[in-house]
């Protein structure tokens, strides 16, 4: 991404300034049709795309020297010709919708040749501007179904379908509400982009510096003190940015350092970051966008997906946790050092209290009383940037003007870096996602995986599984859970499960992809960091991270699990789900009281399972399990060289 400067800074400033605006008014006072609302923040979206990010991200000179570099490359700090026209190109059709979306809206059926010639140049712009931001991966997969949506009457067999001519497919995506401006489009510009600037923006107030003192004072004082440090604060952060890499990034930079200078190998602190900020796009009030996406495809309120993720989320820690404690043992890494442990009236001082959990607490009571959730975001960002102005510093003018810029800079941060690469991305796989509705893809899905159902419902579930985690490798999850939910939330549908359940079940599994080999960008990202080799780190990452692996197949057929039901079963299953992950965790990371022994990690994690299974016998069962091999760890007394040179290594 490039570092603008001079006039091309200030044009990004007014754009992101101008959309900014616009976000806050329409969340609190109009609802604007999708037309409408999608075409302007598209448009922003388009215009900061191509200044910012060029054709060629590796050919970047400080100065254009030659005509293919004006033309072509560009500057670090200025667009190149090319930019500019694709710029000017892609808001032309933007601005078209705005104009003309009500005589749009009303010509259903009805297309003029330039409309076309419009839609086209908008779809080329937009699988270039995701190109350029987030690689090949998502243009080329929305090429394939656009392709497969021209030619499927010439594919034989159970994928073959009518077909469809190119004028049909390009008035679909550019001139109906279904195509490039329907629901994935619509809610980006109208809830999820006020919840991309709502994380900077708080950063940026001193919100984030309180959960990093709030995560020292606490993580710091057990077993294995700086990792878990990375698990409160990678909860915490997790919180306002929903996005794996951006956690990584965000408290890696400071966790990851700090555990490599207490004794911990570069590959498990980098392991520890990459699982615990995995888990920050489950964790609520503020989970990844795709929770967003969920609650719409489901037509439920957010705070119903909000809710259901509580109890999976607080178990996904515990494990991490619990990975890191017993791995702790095995090499004696201890609390963190007392001169590192910020003191209480630090923590706790008033203003930093008011600062942290008033825009917070406003944000979590707006959404319990159902508030839409736009609206709970933009009074809590405006919370937050009143509470900074009046306590973050000396009320003189040359201060309070400083503060303006800090906030100024956190939009500034948060839209470049984040919503208008989002913005883009989000459109084009609208395009994919219109495409499998339109060409009956999904069903095609879905009855494969109804057949596997019938030999057995888990054989489906996995097959549900590796899907998603394929689609995910090298894509946002957002966009991974999105396609996946369009092309295999039907198939978990007619198996009888709970809509929620299996968009859930498909969410968990988009994440994991980022933890999960060959493409893992949570694991590049925290290796990079911790200058630690990839592939062990993502070892270390999925059996650190093991309950988002088994937690999905436990609260698709228990509801228990998502807070359905009786409070008193929620809460004993709540218990025994976070006590169950420490038997687990001994058994995949091989250490308890001391290494353990092939038998003894298999009573670990049957005993485990058995806990997390609400069945009073299973659970008794599981307990006995889990007790043989504590008693096993404690009286017999057998070598274990190898597992203890592979511990050593790993």
């Known amino acids: 991404m490039r570092e603008l400067s001079r006039g091309w800074k200030i044009l990004a400033s007014i754009l992101v300034g101008c ?84 005589a749009v809206a009303r010509a259903v059926g009805r297309y003029e040749n330039y409309q076309l010639v419009l839609g086209i140049i908008l779809i080329i712009l937009l699988l270039e501007g995701t ?91 057990f077993t294995g ?56 796009q489950i964790t609520p009030p503020i989970m990844g966008a795709g929770a967003f996406v969920m ?82 975001a933009a009074w809590s960002l405006i919370a937050a940037m009143i509470l900074f102005m009046f306590l973050g510093g000396p009320l003189t003018l040359k201060n309070a003007w400083e503060r303006i810029k800090i906030i100024s800079e956190a939009y500034f941060r948060g839209i470049t870096s984040a919503l208008a690469w989002l913005m883009v991305m989000m459109s084009c796989v609208q395009m994919a996602v219109t495409m499998i509705s339109l060409t009956g893809f999904g069903v095609k899905i879905s009855e494969i995986i109804m057949s596997l159902a019938g030999v057995n419902i888990f054989l489906a579930l996995l097959a549900t599984m590796i899907c998603a985690i394929i689609l995910g490798m090298g894509m946002t999850t957002t966009a991974a859970y999105v396609i996946a939910a369009a092309v295999l939330g039907p198939a978990l549908e007619g198996l009888g499960l709970p809509p929620l359940a299996g968009h859930l079940f498909i969410f968990w599994f988009a994440i994991k992809s980022g933890l999960t080999p060959p ?24 059996r650190l ?11 698709v057929f228990y509801p228990v699990f998502l807070m359905k039901g009786h409070p008193l079963d929620v809460i004993r299953m709540a218990i025994l789900a976070i006590l169950a992950m420490f038997p687990l965790e001994a058994s995949v990371m091989g250490h308890f009281l001391k290494p353990t022994t092939p038998l003894e990690r298999v009573l670990f994690f049957a005993g485990g399972l058995g806990v997390l299974h609400p069945s009073g016998i299973s659970d008794l069962i599981g307990l006995g399990l889990i007790g043989l091999g504590l ?16 511990a050593k290594e790993t």
């Open 131 to 221: 190109r350029r931001a987030l690689g090949k991966a998502i243009p080329i997969l929305v090429l394939l179904f656009l392709v497969y949506a021209l030619t499927g009457q010439y594919i034989p067999g159970f994928f073959g379908h009518a077909g469809y001519h190119y004028a049909e497919i390009f008035y679909q995506l550019y001139l109906m509400t279904e195509g490039i401006w329907g629901l994935l489009t619509d809610l980006t510009s109208r809830v999820i982009a006020l919840f991309v600037i709502f994380g900077p923006v708080l950063f940026a107030v001193g919100v984030g510096k309180g959960f990093m003192d709030i995560a020292k004072f606490t993580g710091g004082r």
């Open 295 to 376: 609650a719409e495809f489901l037509n439920i309120p957010y705070l119903e997906v909000m809710l259901a993720a509580v109890i999976p989320a607080l178990v996904y820690y515990a494990g991490v946790w619990a990975g890191i404690y017993v791995e702790a043992k095995r090499y004696g890494l201890g609390k963190l050092p007392r001169e590192l442990i910020p003191k209480f009236r630090e923590v706790f001082a008033p203003k930093q209290l008011v600062i942290v959990f008033i825009p917070i607490g406003i944000l979590i009571i707006l959404l319990l009383m159902y508030i839409p959730p736009q609206i709970c």
């Open 545 to 555: 991270g093991i309950g988002g692996y088994i937690m999905p197949f436990f609260f």
């Open 519 to 542: 493409v893992c960008i949570a694991v590049f990202t925290a290796a990079a960091i911790a200058g630690s080799n990839w592939l062990r780190t993502a070892w270390i990452s999925i």
């Open 631 to 646: 008693l096993s760890q404690k009286y017999v007394k057998i070598s274990i060289p190898f597992i203890g040179r592979r």
């Open 225 to 280: 003190g700086a990792g878990q440090i990375a698990v409160v604060s990678s909860a915490f952060f997790g919180m306002l940015s929903g996005s794996s890499v951006a956690n990584v990034a965000t408290t890696g930079s400071f966790t990851i350092p700090t555990m490599k200078k207490v004794g911990y190998k570069p590959e498990f602190a980098g392991a520890i970051e990459a699982s615990a900020s995995s888990g920050g």
């Open 19 to 102: 959309w900014s605006i616009f976000l806050l008014y329409t969340a609190l006072t109009i609802a604007l049709h999708p037309l409408l609302q999608g075409g302007v923040s598209l448009a922003f979206g388009l215009a900061l795309v191509f200044l910012l990010y060029p054709i060629n991200s590796r050919h970047l000179p400080e100065k254009a020297t030659s005509w293919k570099d004006r033309f072509l490359y560009g500057t670090k700090d200025s667009p190149s010709w090319m930019d500019i026209l694709f710029l000017i190109l892609s808001v032309i059709p933007c601005i078209y919708i705005m104009i003309s979306w009500e």
